[in-house]
């Protein structure tokens, strides 16, 4: 069946369709949810991480300003916001926070940790980190004048500014806490959200309980859940299969998806949609000769990317070809658009044989390195095959070297890699977000180029300032035509999300983020 969450369209196929009166049954409280995690966080900040390894077992503890609504995205509900408004010109946001809430250890939650938390997200200090700094390089300041009221006021018009206070990263932490030390959220977790947290256990699992001051009347439904780390794909499947997971909120891949049908029936629940997330190749630009941009344009011409998503479509959870914005979206670029751009024609061997003069125009005909990859199997190891064997027709070759997460983002993060494979997913289309990983990286955290690129800085300001939307779509287009030629960074093919679920889990919503709807504040267990 069709059902539309907005701007993108939501595909979910339920092999075992609930009665039209299932989301009318009364909750049932108690149980606990266990649910596998293919991944660990490094760490616990949520203004530091990228990755569903954090989400997943770390944000049921916090809560945001505002969120998106589970059952309708990309629709704007408060969180920590009890109402909202927006002055006429668009430079103030005036929040009015709910009242009563407490942190897990007691204490008060109020205007000032709010202040304190965006302070922090937008200009780090002290050594703490802010992946998405530049979504809100905007405010000009943060105002607080008693303590259920907060003011942002922005210096420029930015046509984000409501969807990136909905962000699920920026998880509200306590004022007093980060006084005493900004790095504090890295190895302590201490939110309001639904759940206290009680324990990790390195390379087993992480649990939390319910918290009973929580500020959401009778929420949540659950005593505990536990996320259970299991980082093989058919061990995770298999306990899925055996019902001691009820769930892996990341996403299946299609042959993974038929098992689990035909082993279990009418057992399960399955829904699909769209991914914001694709795989990108990005290029440490500060080593030789990936500071060269004929290198680089070279490798992405190389990619038969209309080929491999109908192959890896079968195996993996890529499907669709597009662009630096998800294909589908209405601001990205058009089918036809496309194959405008360098490595999204579709006469591969014409683009092979301009690749070959490149690398040879470069000096580097028979170019060899080591490909950073991430040892996650789906669908990162298949990818990175895919891609070695794509190099591999224009004389290129690439060693494929995939560490845990943990070393992984590390090695990306210090530029200790030649070629990695990096992943641009984030919660909601917008270009803002989708775009930080290609502005400089003197502006933007989760650009690990290395490099700075003054053009495409002053296109991403001029769009993010472009309240027009068919104008704003012209200045993506030079967004995306500069940035595939010059090639710092390019995505190979976009992800397409399927989610098994046991039955029992009610309360949970299907969204094209595995970002989203993690909090469990809703879900409950029908035992």
Known sequence: MMRKFGLPVVLVAAFALLPATADAQTPKKGGELRFAVSAEPPDYDCHAATSFAFVHPVRPHYNTLLKFDPANYPKVVGDLAQSWEQSKDGLTYTFKLKQNVKFHDGSPFSSADVKATYERIRNPQNGARSIRKAAYADIASIETPDASTVVFKLKAKNASMLTNFASPW???????????????????????????????????????????????????????????????????????????????????????????????????????????????????????????????????????????????????????????????????????????????????????????????????????????????????????????????????????????????????????????LDFNCDAVDDPNLQLAKYISADRSPINYGRYNDRKLDELYDAQKGELDPAKRKQILRQFGQHALTEAYTFPTIWWHRIIVNWKQIKGWHMSPSHYLNQDLQDVWLDQ
């Open 170 to 420: 920026d998880c509200i932490y306590s004022a007093a806490k980060l006084k005493e030390d900004q790095k504090f959220p890295e190895r302590n977790v201490m939110g309001t959200g639904p759940f206290k947290f009680v324990e990790h256990a390195a390379g087993s699992h992480w649990v939390g309980e319910r918290f009973a001051d929580y500020h959401v009347k009778d929420r949540p439904y659950l005593d505990r859940y536990r996320a259970i780390f299991i980082t093989n794909t058919a061990a995770r499947v298999n306990a899925l299969q055996a019902g001691e997971v009820l769930s892996e909120f990341r996403g299946h891949s299609p042959a993974d998806r038929d098992k689990l049908v035909s082993a279990l029936g009418n057992k399960i629940e399955v829904h699909e949609s769209p991914w914001i997330c694709s795989l990108v190749v990005t290029f440490n630009t500060e080593k030789k000769p990936f500071d060269d941009a004929r290198v680089r344009r070279a490798l992405s011409l190389a990619i038969d990317r209309y080929q491999g998503a109908e192959a890896l479509s079968k195996i993996a959870l890529v499907r669709h070809v597009g662009g630096v914005l998800r294909p589908g979206y209405e601001l990205a670029a058009s089918p036809a658009e496309l194959l405008k751009y360098p490595g999204f024609g579709k006469d591969i061997n014409a683009a092979r044989a301009e690749a070959k003069k490149l690398l040879a125009e470069a000096g580097v005909k028979d170019l060899s390195f080591k490909f950073l990859n991430r040892n996650v199997p789906m669908p990162y190891t298949p990818v990175g095959v895919f891609l070695i064997d794509q190099w591999r027709q224009i004389g290129v070759t690439a060693e494929h070297d995939q560490p845990e997460t943990k070393a992984y983002i590390a090695n990306l993060r210090g530029g200790n890699y030649e070629v990695g």
